[in-house]
């Protein structure tokens, strides 16, 4: 079986969600069929500025092909025009001008998913919202599987949208709240699909001692793990714990871990490390008392995952309905709606260690149970032969 | 902590099983111990100023207080009369001065500030009456755009009258249309249904009589074979029987011919005898 996988940016340095889901997906899939990875040159998610010179290569023993961005993304131009047609009434020519927008443009991707369509048994687009995606899918629909990745976000109430869900010959969801979301806007039932995600690689051992002792951290601390920004709810977290330090008096400290674009709050025990490597965060992940998830849209927070897989407990946005459900169905994260809930959901966290003993471990046994790379395999086995079955 | 086997209660009051944690049940319990919590005390004031959100403050700002009243000038028939009182009193000026010295200037001050006032006043008149004379000009103005707007809204209901009109007839010719186009479809429709109908019971006839025929040859053939069994039959019973009359007829030649050789010699031992 050989299989295309196609996404708009692939690399071992890109730590973005779909594209690292991409590519851990390629990688454990290359085991059973012949994988190829169909992507462009970018590198820089904003701009999709050609960023990659080599147009053919290895990464980790999968052959990687990139073809060039024609018009990197201009991100005033593109801000104002989805302001404006999410704010407005619209034609589809508008969202077809917003998809050219939004990009990487790469008609030479297409091109090639087009005369490689002989050659590849099925193609996998990651991320709907993208050109490559559109267009690929449109080009390929006979041959291809959707994994989505979509939030819960204005954008994906575009018209153009709604027939592309219908497309493909199945689906890959991260998630029963996206896949409900993307039915019931597109009552697109009748594609096949799953609910997979994607599994995380979790070291094998992790000190959360040591973590302490290299960046001087003493006493409980709750921990941030992502990107420090608006959209993550970064905002309303350090709001939210500078009033619960303040009303409770509870020596907790806040850790964030990740680069930030919004002000860190000049605080004593809020402590910004910016970005650490993969063991230095599982450490921090280790030691912490609970992590932190503020954020409003996630379509699969791998980091929620990763915390699971680590028996840490979580304290999620509950306006994202994807962590919301994944908090009830694994029993292991609470949630918080406004500043009440988040006081008494942190505080309960803090002060009872069997309850997080316990939330940690039934976190554990659903990561095991739904995203151990074992289970994640089958079911894109199981697509795939489902697929060979109804032809 | 209360503890009664697995199940605890919190020093808040919710109640934990930690074996069979069920996360929807305690945020539950959450939810309903802050809707029984008395309304928050508002915010203590060492709040540090990056915390203090939106969500914090308890409405907007009250407005700025609004600047004093200016002092306005009397007016009115008020400030007339004493204006007019003041005039009649000005003759008596001396006397009010030898009677209290300082009253008689504030009057007299007052009474200049008054008449300042009614010339302003008048002034202010003046310019209302410029005001008024623009304003109804300009309303005769609007009045007359307003009659030229009704003279155009009344041409243009008589156009959307007649437009209106024309569709109506527009729309009965279409249904009449559709109406003669129906009818025809469904007598088209009618005649090939009939056509249809009479050639089904054609075809249904001929093939009943057809089928009839070949039941009557097939009913034929069967007796045929039926004889031709018999037949066959009987031919088989012949030959045997001529089978074994041959096997008869062929013994009794045999005993002839024996009978003959036998004779045969008798003949030629008699003739030896007769011609010793």
Redesign the interface.
């Known amino acids: 079986m050989r299989i295309c996988f196609v996404v708009q940016r692939y690399g071992l340095e890109i730590n973005g969600g779909a594209e690292l889901h991409c590519r851990w997906v390629a990688e454990h899939m290359s085991k059973y069929w012949e994988v190829e990875v169909l992507t462009t040159q970018a590198y820089d998610y904003v701009t999709w500025k050609n960023h990659y010179p080599e147009t053919e290569t290895v990464i980790n023993g999968i052959p990687v092909r990139r073809f060039p961005v024609t018009r990197p993304r201009n991100p005033e131009v593109f801000g104002r025009l989805q302001d404006y047609i999410i704010e407005n009434e619209h034609r589809e020519e508008d969202e077809f001008a917003w998809l050219e927008e939004e990009g990487p443009l790469s008609p030479a991707l297409i091109d090639a998913v087009k005369a490689e369509q002989g050659r590849f048994d099925y193609f996998i687009f990651f991320s709907y919202r993208y050109y490559h995606s559109f267009h690929g899918i449109r080009a390929v629909p006979g041959k291809s599987i959707l994994v989505p990745t979509a939030e819960h976000d204005p954008v994906i109430h575009f018209r153009i949208f709604k027939d592309l869900f219908r497309m493909p010959r199945a689906f890959v969801y991260n998630s029963c709240e996206e896949r409900a979301m993307i039915q019931g806007l597109s009552r697109n039932e009748a594609v096949p699909g799953d609910v997979v995600g994607v599994g995380t690689e979790v070291p094998a051992s992790s000190d959360g001692a040591r973590f302490r002792a290299k960046f001087g951290i003493g006493g409980p601390y709750v921990i941030y793990v992502g990107r420090i920004d608006e959209n993550k709810g970064c905002?309303?977290l350090?709001?939210y714990f500078?009033?619960f330090k303040?009303e409770t008096g509870s020596p907790a400290q806040l850790v964030l871990v990740g680069s930030t674009i919004l002000p860190i709050?000049?605080?004593a025990d809020v402590r910004h490390l910016g970005f650490l490597s993969e063991q230095d965060k599982f450490d921090g992940i280790d030691g912490a008392e609970v992590l932190m998830m503020p954020s409003f849209y996630e379509s699969l927070s791998m980091v929620t995952l990763e915390a699971w897989a680590m028996g840490k407990p979580v304290l999620a946005n509950a306006a994202c309905e994807v962590l919301q459900g994944q908090?009830?169905r694994?029993?292991?994260?609470?949630?918080y709606e406004n500043?009440?809930?988040f006081r008494?959901?942190l505080?309960?966290l803090l002060?009872?260690p069997?309850?997080r003993a316990?939330?940690g471990r039934?976190g554990r046994a659903y990561f095991s149970a739904n995203y151990a790379w074992d289970v994640i395999e089958n079911k894109y086995l199981a697509i795939v032969a489902g697929l060979e079955r109804r032809p | 902590m209360d503890q009664t086997g697995t199940e605890?209660r919190?020093?808040?009051g919710?109640v934990?099983d930690?074996?069979r944690?069920?996360?929807?049940d305690?945020?539950a319990q959450?939810?309903k111990?802050?809707a029984d919590?008395p309304a928050?005390a508002p915010?203590?004031p060492?709040?540090?100023a990056?915390?203090a959100?939106p969500?914090?403050s308890e409405g907007a700002p009250p407005p700025p207080p609004s600047p004093p009243a200016p002092e306005l000038p009397p007016a009115g028939l008020k400030g007339k009369l004493k204006g007019i009182f003041f005039k009649v009193m000005r003759p008596f000026a001396p006397f009010q001065k030898l009677l209290a010295l300082p009253t008689h200037r504030e009057l007299m001050e007052t009474v200049r500030k008054l008449h300042q006032t009614n010339l302003e006043l008048e002034k202010i008149v003046a310019v209302m009456d410029g005001e008024f004379h623009r304003v109804n000009r300009h309303l005769l103005r609007t009045e007359k755009r307003i009659d030229i707007a009704n003279d155009r809204i009344d041409a243009g209901r008589d156009h959307a009258d007649a437009l209106q009109r024309r569709a109506d007839d527009m729309v009965r010719a279409a249904n009449e249309r559709i109406e003669e186009v129906h009818r025809t479809a469904n007598e088209r429709i009618d005649d090939v249904h009939a056509t249809i109908s009479d050639r089904i019971d054609l075809v249904h006839r001929t093939t009943n009589e057809r089928v009839d025929g070949a039941y009557g040859d097939i009913q034929r053939a069967m007796e045929f074979v039926k004889l031709l069994h018999n037949l066959s039959h009987n031919i088989v019973v012949e030959l045997s029987k001529l089978k074994i009359e041959e096997e008869g007829l062929k013994l009794k030649t045999r005993v002839m011919e024996k009978d003959f050789e036998f004779l045969g010699r008798r003949e030629k031992a008699l003739e030896k005898e007769f011609l010793k």
């Open positions: 905002h309303k350090f709001e500078l009033r303040n709050p000049d605080h908090c009830r694994s029993n292991g994260g609470f949630y500043y009440e809930e008494e959901a505080r309960l002060t009872d069997a309850l316990a939330m039934n | 605890r919190d020093q808040s919710i934990i930690y074996d944690l069920d996360i929807a305690i945020m959450i939810k111990k802050i919590q928050a915010a203590s060492d709040v540090p990056e915390t959100g969500s914090d």
